[in-house]
């Protein structure tokens, strides 16, 4: 059997990373493609992702990270081990495998990777939270959120035992506690079946735009007012466009008619507790962002029918209805850049269709 010499792929990566210059890259390798009924043609990796990793198998990503110290700088999403799987596929090297033997710092991007194969939101409940025991945490630093489809229009939905239908989006929103207590809180919408129907794709690019530029604001001596009222301005305009909101998105704001949309707040606070401790403002005095502070930027917009529309909003056509998104990252607060601590969760469309 050949055997591949892995240190060639290390050396080009180290020349990789030096070239980005503090910059960040992000690089799909190939997915099966479909020949006929359940038959795939034969694999073959994407050329840029093998001459960088050497890892020959599908449906994998490696993230360079060159801002980064060594050993946190390559991070590879790869498909666990599966015994059923490789009984009908073949070997997988799984985490590990990423790890010890392609030289990856860290392998993850689990969900995505596995969500194909699980029929009920139960089984990605578990899935998530023995990975966390697994790597050492406590455990869920909450009640897991798993939620398909309409499930996600229920904010602290945690029955997590519905089916999973390939036509609908997964929420899930779930975070570990370390062994120092400190906590994540992500959440990533992703759509069950690989790919975004028209409808979820726009709402999606809505609530993404929202939370990118929502996470730009949160500097040093902004707060998280601001944060919020970014991420609001974008979810409203945004939703003006498509039809679902009416009106100047002045009046909308002060008449809070959106709520039926957008019922929560962009964030909150991020440590030894999920929703740490700190006030958010003193009677009329804003507390400032200071450097070192974590908040979390969480946008969404939840289309459904449990609360009633505001008079004079439009009624909601059926196509969007049941359609629950929600992106959240957890933000260091710095000076101008903030830094994404969850930035290996990925987020952009093409990273999670498949």
Known sequence: ????????????????????????????????????????????????????????????????LSHKPKGERFIMFVAPKDVISEVWQGFRWGLEGAEKEFKADKAHEL????????????????????FFLEKGARGPAYNSIVASGDNACILHYTLNNSPLNKEDLLLVD???????????????????????????????????????????????????S??????????????REIGLLAGSTEEIIENQSYKHLYMHRTGHWLGLDVHDVGAYR??????????????TVEPGIYISDRIPVPEGQPLIDEKWKGIGIRIEDDVL????????????????ISDLEF
């Not at 759509?191 to 949160?218: C, W």
């Open 282 to 295: 003193m009677g009329d005095y804003e507390v400032p962002l200071q450097n070192g502070m974590i908040l």
């Open 174 to 224: 779930a975070g570990c506690s370390l062994t120092d207590y400190y906590n994540g809180d992500i959440t990533r919408t992703i759509p069950i079946g690989g790919k975004f129907t028209k409808e979820q794709k726009v709402i999606y690019e809505i609530v993404l735009s929202a939370q990118k530029n929502a996470i730009k604001s949160a500097v040093t001596g902004s707060n998280s």
């Open 111 to 130: 969900v995505r990777a596995s969500i194909s194969t699980k029929r009920n939101e139960r089984q990605i409940q578990g899935l998530l939270e023995g």
């Open 333 to 348: 607060v710095q000076d101008a850049n903030p830094e994404v601590l969850s930035t290996a969760a990925l987020k952009e």
């Open 1 to 64: 059997m050949f055997k591949q010499d892995n240190k060639v792929f290390e050396e080009r990566r180290e020349i990789f990373l030096n070239k980005l210059d503090g910059k960040a890259a992000i690089i799909p390798g190939a997915n099966l493609v479909k020949h006929h009924a359940d038959c795939e043609y034969p694999f073959r990796q994407d050329s840029n992702f093998w001459y960088l990793t050497g890892f020959d198998e599908p449906d994998a990503i490696a993230l360079f």
């Open 226 to 239: 601001t944060v919020h009222n970014v991420a609001l301005k974008i979810l409203i305009e945004g939703l």
